[in-house]
Nanobody
Framework: QVQLVESGGGLVQAGGSLRLSCAASGRTFTWSTMGWFRQAPGKEREFVAAIRWSGGTTSYADSVQGRFTISRDSAKIMVYLQMNNLKPEDTAVYYC????????????????WGQGTQVTVSS
């Protein structure tokens, strides 16, 4: 079993920044990729970004490319999502996920999910 706990969400004005954190614990050797998803009210959950634990290869959704940066801290077993130039349409619950590959995670087929953290961007 793998536990993922997100933190760092909150309320921010458009143009502002937030950094989300995801702490992983448990059988962390069972996965090699971590990612972030988001779900806005009335919308389907969508892929945001993913990172390979080994090598640090990353992947981003077009909607956040150039504004968001995913990173990891191997020693702390943490993944971060730095979000800059936030827009009202970024408002959503953000979820951390873990799985075997970037393609698997990006397709929403992650093996483990966190409980989510709310991000609200005001105009």
């Amino acid at each position: 079993q793998v536990q993922l706990v997100e933190s760092g969400g909150g309320l921010v004005q458009a143009g502002g920044s937030l950094r989300l954190s995801c702490a992983a614990s448990g059988r962390t050797f069972t996965w090699s990729t971590m990612g972030w998803f988001r779900q806005a009210p009335g919308k389907e959950r969508e892929f945001v970004a993913a990172i390979r634990w080994s090598g640090g290869t990353t992947s981003y959704a077009d909607s956040v490319q150039g504004r968001f940066t995913i990173s990891r801290d191997s020693a702390k077993i943490m993944v971060y999502l730095q979000m800059n130039n936030l827009k009202p349409e970024d408002t959503a619950v953000y979820y951390c996920a873990a799985g075997p590959t970037i393609s698997t995670v990006a397709a929403g087929k992650a093996a483990y999910w966190g409980q989510g953290t709310q991000v609200t961007v005001s105009s």
